[in-house]
DNA sequence: GGTCGTATATTTTTT
DNA sequence: ATATACGACC
């Protein structure tokens, strides 16, 4: 099989080794996708039926990348694997098999904006108050009970959640769990953890299915390992029983999910399940330079838990990394914007060889703003995605509506849209009624007459009435989902209502909506989707991720823009890695403990490791937040880079800080009373023992009034006391010490505000 | 009962 | 900046 012949020896002999368990040690740029995609291909030439091969990706866009190559080494039989992502191939067998759990075929997805809806819906029901059981908290909680395969029934039985519920002040939190899986169940509608949760339990219940399965899949194979959660490994580990041909590849260093429930544990412990395992570790690098390779060697050689792993690249030595200092967000946008456009002349490359990394969605504002200015081509990959849209949500949920009955979120969302005099109260009669008679909200408005609590009149009445007509063309005129949909996009009034609306905005939501017909034109047209119901369209569209929406091959030459998170299996020649500052990369919010950190630190691996020829690093000395400028340090993660690969390249002037107004959060606790007392005053008093260092009383040639030894309070760290105070030039640092947990930080004095105690 | 305007809280990553 | 909640007004 000459296709083999690029292949260094350990990618050869992942790719020919089919018999048994199997892990693949992928470093970054190892030629991972390249062999799992020579890997099946070879399969299929020794005989093994695509029909029987599962092959397990991140993305829907990975799966399809991969199939593609696949079929240009071995051709058409290609699109007889199944590939895809855990959630849809296996919401795709749900809808075959779902029955036997109780769900239709037409059970709905629930995104999170649905899960967190009915949350709020719950522990409004249930008296609960909203600022102790905050959504995210509920959902969190949810989530990761789902994902460790823990039923309601049994998180209600277990006295060590209980305990560690009560401490949290949520006691009631399984009882919110159960209604939450209860309401779903009588909607009909399944969020993302349960696409999981739910083929566990159907394999576990259901042994015929099960089987079935486990003799269909002769080979089982996970791309990113490193990311799958419990529930994951367990539905891979199950279906591989028979056969045992199971193949995992991933990068513990690369592993970046845990928030989400990915345990890095999968794959340290993977040698455990399969004691006849084999290992292979691909470690030669083809991907970057050796400064790069060094400078991300260098991070990650700080974490404890970690696969031992020797990453080298045969590559040349390339450009030192860049570290580019900005005085705000936007100085750092200009800066990369000009920097693109002057590399781009230079080293004669397409925008297309650039990306720009950050670590929250917010973030790409500034960067937009200066290439923009500069006419830069962009793209911008995540954020608030096309499908998230307010006004493409409101058409889905009333496709959703007319497909399925129960799902109570679509109900709530369309039910006055366009207005149609139905308000809260209405809404609320109707629901009491449903729940007094044990019927469904829909069995109630579609015979709104016999139940007299709940008289709404003719509105109500015209709703069901649409709804009807609706559901008449998909189940007896079984017409196709592009016929149902810009028949309800015209009936309901929705296109009407945009059309209607000449603002700027008001045109994009109509051409938004446009667009979305053509999609599903599209699904329709495609001859690779033989089922063309609307049934079908939503459930694959409730599963697309950011990186799946395809773009128009004619202008692909972009800058790109994206999350560190989703940059994850891509390259690029030169990557800008933005907005390295303390609490935002590392985040704040992620670090609450030495597992979090390694978590960061691996994210910010990934980061590096994007990277081909040159990688260049930001960050700002104050950032826009909320429409607030605030300060910021750098992160420490760029003093532990070896120093030996870095230069500075870039500093710029102050010119935004005129405008700067710090945001202050909290007062200041009185130093008279305990901390913990947690009595805050609302505004730092005059006469207390505080002394305010504002930066501006820094100057080049001051004398510092800080002493190392001293205490000091920072408005977010709070208590610490100095250790070590280093003044080269303009670089004023502190070493401080804070006692709250945090350990010790640098701060550059120029923006740290420290109050002194005396 | 519905809608409109004002006050308030929110800060992460994604299937 | 933006989404939600609540109170005043129609």
Same mark, same amino acid.
């Given at each position: %099989?000459?296709?083999?012949?690029?292949? /260094?020896?350990? $990618?050869?002999?992942?790719?020919?080794?089919?018999e048994?368990?199997?892990?693949? *040690?992928?470093?970054?740029?190892?030629?991972?996708?390249?062999?799992?995609?020579y890997?099946?291909?070879?399969?299929i030439?020794?005989?093994?039926?695509?029909?029987?091969?599962?092959?397990?990706? #991140?993305?829907?866009?990975?799966?399809?990348?991969?199939?593609?190559?696949?079929?240009?080494?071995?051709?058409?039989q290609?699109?007889?694997?199944?590939?895809?992502?855990?959630?849809?191939v296996?919401?795709?067998?749900?809808?075959?098999?779902?029955?036997?759990?109780?769900?239709?075929?037409?059970?709905?997805?629930?995104?999170?904006?649905?899960?967190?809806?009915?949350?709020?819906?719950?522990?409004?029901?249930?008296?609960?108050?909203d600022?102790?059981?905050?959504?995210?908290?509920?959902?969190?909680? &949810?989530? /990761?009970?789902?994902?460790?395969?823990?039923?309601?029934?049994?998180?209600?039985?277990?006295?060590?959640?209980?305990?560690?519920?009560?401490?949290?002040?949520?006691?009631?939190?399984?009882?919110?769990?159960?209604?939450?899986?209860?309401?779903?169940?009588?909607?009909?509608?399944?969020?993302f953890?349960?696409?999981?949760? +739910?083929?566990?339990?159907?394999?576990?219940?259901?042994?015929?299915?099960?089987?079935?399965?486990?003799?269909?899949?002769?080979?089982? %194979?996970?791309?990113?390992?490193?990311?799958?959660?419990?529930?994951?490994?367990?539905?891979?580990?199950?279906?591989?029983?028979?056969?045992?041909? &199971?193949?995992?590849?991933?990068?513990?260093?690369?592993? *970046?999910?845990?928030f989400?429930?990915?345990?890095?544990?999968?794959?340290?412990?993977?040698e455990?399940?399969?004691?006849?395992?084999?290992?292979?570790?691909?470690?030669?690098?083809?991907?970057?330079?050796?400064?790069?390779?060094?400078?991300?060697?260098?991070?990650?050689?700080? /974490?404890?838990?970690?696969?031992?792993?020797?990453?080298?690249?045969?590559?040349?030595?390339?450009?030192?990394?860049? &570290?580019? !200092?900005?005085?705000?967000?936007?100085?750092?946008?200009?800066?990369?914007?000009?920097? *693109? #456009?002057?590399?781009?002349?230079?080293?004669?490359?397409?925008?297309?060889?650039?990306?720009?990394?950050?670590?929250?969605?917010?973030?790409?504002?500034?960067?937009?703003?200066?290439?923009?200015?500069?006419?830069?081509?962009?793209?911008?990959?995540?954020?608030?995605?096309?499908?998230?849209?307010?006004?493409?949500k409101?058409?889905?949920?009333?496709?959703?509506?007319?497909?399925?009955? /129960?799902?109570?979120?679509a109900?709530?969302?369309?039910?006055?849209?366009?207005?149609?005099?139905i308000?809260?109260?209405?809404?609320?009669?109707?629901?009491?009624?449903?729940?007094?008679?044990?019927?469904?909200?829909?069995?109630?408005?579609?015979?709104?007459?016999?139940?007299?609590g709940?008289?709404?009149?003719?509105?109500?009445?015209?709703f069901?009435?649409?709804?009807?007509?609706?559901?008449?063309?998909?189940?007896?005129?079984?017409?196709?989902?592009?016929?149902?949909?810009?028949?309800?996009?015209?009936?309901?009034?929705?296109?009407?209502?945009?059309?209607?609306?000449?603002?700027?905005?008001?045109?994009?939501?109509?051409?938004?909506?446009?667009?979305?017909?053509?999609?599903?034109?599209?699904?329709?047209?495609?001859?690779?989707?033989?089922?063309?119901?609307?049934?079908?369209?939503?459930?694959?569209?409730?599963?697309?991720?950011?990186a799946?929406?395809?773009?128009?091959?004619?202008?692909?030459d972009?800058?790109?823009?994206?999350?560190?998170?989703?940059?994850?299996?891509?390259?690029?020649?030169?990557?800008?890695?933005?907005?390295?500052?303390?609490?935002?990369?590392?985040? +704040?919010?992620?670090?609450?403990? +030495?597992?979090?950190?390694?978590?960061?630190?691996?994210?910010?691996?990934?980061?590096?490791? !994007?990277?081909?020829?040159?990688?260049?690093?930001?960050?700002?000395?104050?950032?826009?937040?909320?429409?607030?400028?605030?300060?910021?340090?750098?992160? !420490?993660?760029?003093d532990?880079?070896?120093?030996?690969?870095?230069?500075?390249?870039?500093?710029?002037?102050?010119?935004?800080?005129?405008?700067?107004?710090?945001?202050?959060?909290t007062?200041?606790?009185?130093?008279?009373?305990?901390?913990?007392?947690?009595?805050?005053?609302?505004?730092?008093? $005059?006469?207390?023992?505080?002394?305010?260092?504002?930066?501006?009383?820094?100057?080049?040639?001051?004398?510092?009034?800080?002493?190392?030894? +001293?205490?000091?309070?920072?408005?977010?760290?709070? #208590?610490?006391?100095?250790?070590?105070?280093?003044?080269?030039?303009?670089?004023?640092?502190?070493?401080?010490?804070?006692?709250?947990?945090?350990?010790?930080?640098?701060?550059?004095?120029?923006?740290?505000?420290?109050?002194?105690?005396?």
């Amino acid at each position: %099989m000459d296709f083999l012949d690029g292949l /260094n020896e350990p $990618q050869r002999q992942a790719v020919e080794y089919i018999e048994g368990p199997l892990m693949i *040690i992928a470093g970054a740029g190892s030629g991972k996708t390249r062999v799992l995609t020579y890997r099946t291909a070879y399969l299929i030439q020794n005989g093994v039926d695509p029909f029987s091969i599962l092959l397990l990706t #991140f993305t829907n866009k990975a799966a399809g990348e991969m199939r593609h190559r696949i079929e240009t080494v071995i051709g058409g039989q290609a699109k007889n694997i199944w590939m895809g992502t855990f959630h849809s191939v296996f919401a795709k067998i749900l809808r075959f098999e779902g029955g036997k759990l109780g769900y239709t075929s037409n059970f709905s997805i629930y995104d999170t904006d649905d899960s967190k809806s009915l949350i709020r819906a719950l522990v409004k029901e249930q008296n609960l108050d909203d600022k102790v059981y905050k959504v995210n908290l509920v959902l969190n909680r &949810i989530s /990761n009970a789902k994902n460790r395969l823990i039923s309601p029934e049994q998180y209600l039985a277990s006295s060590i959640v209980e305990q560690e519920d009560r401490y949290a002040k949520i006691p009631m939190m399984g009882t919110l769990y159960k209604s939450y899986c209860l309401r779903c169940f009588q909607a009909n509608a399944m969020d993302f953890d349960d696409l999981l949760y +739910q083929t566990n339990i159907l394999f576990r219940d259901h042994l015929d299915v099960l089987n079935k399965y486990q003799h269909k899949f002769k080979h089982v %194979m996970v791309d990113e390992f490193q990311d799958t959660n419990v529930s994951q490994y367990l539905i891979t580990k199950k279906l591989a029983a028979v056969n045992r041909n &199971i193949c995992v590849v991933g990068d513990d260093a690369q592993s *970046i999910y845990a928030f989400r429930g990915a345990d890095i544990q999968n794959i340290l412990n993977f040698e455990r399940d399969y004691s006849d395992l084999k290992t292979i570790k691909l470690e030669e690098n083809y991907r970057s330079t050796k400064a790069i390779v060094a400078v991300a060697n260098s991070i990650i050689a700080r /974490n404890k838990s970690q696969l031992k792993k020797d990453v080298f690249t045969s590559n040349e030595e390339g450009e030192q990394i860049e &570290i580019i !200092r900005a005085g705000s967000d936007n100085d750092e946008g200009r800066i990369i914007a000009s920097t *693109i #456009f002057e590399a781009r002349q230079k080293d004669g490359l397409k925008w297309s060889d650039f990306a720009i990394l950050y670590r929250t969605n917010a973030q790409s504002r500034s960067f937009e703003e200066s290439l923009r200015r500069l006419n830069i081509n962009y793209r911008i990959i995540g954020g608030l995605s096309f499908y998230q849209r307010k006004e493409i949500k409101d058409v889905l949920a009333y496709l959703r509506f007319v497909v399925n009955q /129960n799902d109570e979120e679509a109900f709530k969302r369309i039910i006055n849209l366009p207005k149609r005099g139905i308000g809260d109260t209405s809404i609320a009669k109707i629901s009491v009624t449903a729940a007094e008679h044990k019927v469904s909200v829909w069995e109630v408005v579609s015979h709104i007459n016999q139940y007299p609590g709940a008289r709404g009149g003719a509105s109500i009445e015209n709703f069901a009435d649409l709804i009807k007509s609706f559901k008449l063309l998909v189940e007896v005129e079984q017409k196709d989902a592009y016929e149902v949909a810009s028949h309800v996009a015209k009936a309901s009034g929705l296109v009407r209502e945009l059309y209607e609306d000449k603002t700027v905005e008001g045109l994009a939501r109509y051409q938004n909506v446009q667009e979305l017909l053509n999609a599903i034109k599209q699904f329709v047209d495609s001859e690779e989707n033989e089922d063309k119901s609307l049934s079908t369209f939503l459930q694959s569209v409730s599963l697309l991720t950011n990186a799946d929406t395809n773009e128009d091959p004619n202008d692909r030459d972009k800058v790109t823009l994206m999350t560190v998170h989703s940059a994850k299996g891509l390259e690029f020649k030169n990557v800008f890695l933005v907005g390295l500052e303390e609490d935002l990369f590392p985040s +704040q919010m992620m670090l609450q403990s +030495q597992a979090d950190l390694e978590e960061e630190r691996r994210l910010f691996y990934v980061a590096i490791t !994007r990277a081909e020829k040159k990688l260049m690093i930001s960050y700002a000395e104050s950032r826009y937040q909320f429409g607030r400028l605030k300060s910021c340090e750098p992160s !420490r993660f760029l003093d532990e880079l070896d120093s030996t690969y870095l230069k500075m390249a870039k500093t710029s002037g102050k010119k935004e800080i005129s405008s700067f107004r710090p945001v202050q959060k909290t007062g200041f606790v009185e130093k008279s009373t305990s901390p913990s007392a947690a009595q805050l005053i609302q505004k730092p008093q $005059q006469n207390t023992n505080y002394q305010h260092v504002p930066s501006s009383d820094f100057k080049q040639t001051d004398a510092l009034q800080l002493k190392e030894g +001293q205490r000091v309070e920072h408005q977010k760290f709070g #208590f610490g006391s100095i250790k070590k105070l280093e003044i080269n030039g303009a670089e004023r640092k502190a070493h401080i010490v804070f006692e709250k947990g945090i350990g010790e930080k640098v701060l550059l004095l120029s923006f740290a505000k420290l109050m002194v105690i005396e």
